[in-house]
């Protein structure tokens, strides 16, 4: 069964960082793209970052380049999202989101429970 | 980007059927492939992946649920609607990058 768990959320002033993590199992994680959604309260659902199968190519929303990190541990089986920089913009709900696609498929074929980030001074 | 254009609700009795449709800002398909995707999302719960490539039941999901459509538009059918359907459903698009949503659209009962 696949599983995605992701942690790290929390209450965060303006201009600090956060780190989220996501752990995976259930699946051959180094076979498959791996991306961030995220889903402002009561809104709709954004799509934030998503990182190839070993790591060596990101790509993000053009409104969190240069403050969001997307990285993963294929020996962990773990995804992260950096975040850095934080604006009350970024409050959402993170969620992991497993791509179906060994090169990319852009679309969602698990997700995690999610993990929510506030930011608020 | 890809702007994605749903309803924002739609009202249905239990049993029978709705649709649901996403219009994009403009062609999501690209030779055979129809790049457009469905979600449901229940309150509290994360998304649910139920058709993929406009047409493609995704794994586990009620043989009730369709998708059709091609270039510009597109939908989601549940025929019949059943109480466990109540939630939101959201459109997604891979044509272009980014990967965009829909604003989703509310299943209600009448």
């Known amino acids: 069964e696949v599983q995605l768990v992701e942690s790290g959320g929390g209450l965060v002033q303006p201009g600090r960082s956060l780190k989220l993590s996501c752990a995976a199992s259930?699946?051959?994680?180094?076979?498959?793209?791996m991306a961030w959604v995220r889903q402002a309260p009561t809104k709709g659902l954004e799509w934030v970052a998503s990182?190839?199968?070993?790591?060596?190519?990101?790509y993000y929303r053009d409104s969190v380049k240069g403050r969001f990190t997307i990285s993963r541990d294929n020996a962990k089986n773990t995804l992260y999202l950096q975040i850095d920089s934080l604006r009350s913009e970024d409050t959402a709900t993170y969620y992991c989101?497993?791509?179906?696609?060994?090169?990319?498929?852009?679309?969602?074929?698990?997700w995690g429970q999610g993990v929510m980030v506030t930011v608020s001074s | 980007d890809i702007v994605l254009t749903q309803s924002p609700a739609l009202a249905v009795s239990l049993g029978q059927r709705a649709t649901i449709s996403c219009r994009a800002s403009?062609?999501?398909?690209?030779?055979?492939?129809?790049?457009m995707h469905w979600y449901q999302q229940k309150p509290g719960q994360q998304p649910k992946l139920l058709i993929y490539?406009?047409?493609n039941l995704a794994s586990g999901i009620p043989a009730r649920f369709s998708g059709s459509g091609s270039g510009t538009d597109f939908t989601l059918t549940i025929n019949p609607v059943q109480a466990d359907d109540i939630a939101t459903y959201y459109c997604?698009?891979?044509?272009?990058?980014?990967?965009?949503f829909g604003g989703g659209t509310k299943l209600e009962l009448k």
């Open positions: 989101a497993k791509d179906p696609g060994i090169t990319g498929a852009d679309y969602f074929d698990y």
């Open positions: 259930g699946f051959t994680y180094s076979n498959y793209v």
């Open positions: 990182i190839s199968t070993g790591g060596g190519n990101t």
């Open positions: 403009q062609s999501v398909s690209i030779s055979r492939y129809n790049l």
């Open positions: 490539r406009a047409s």
């Open positions: 997604q698009q891979s044509r272009e990058s980014p990967p965009t």
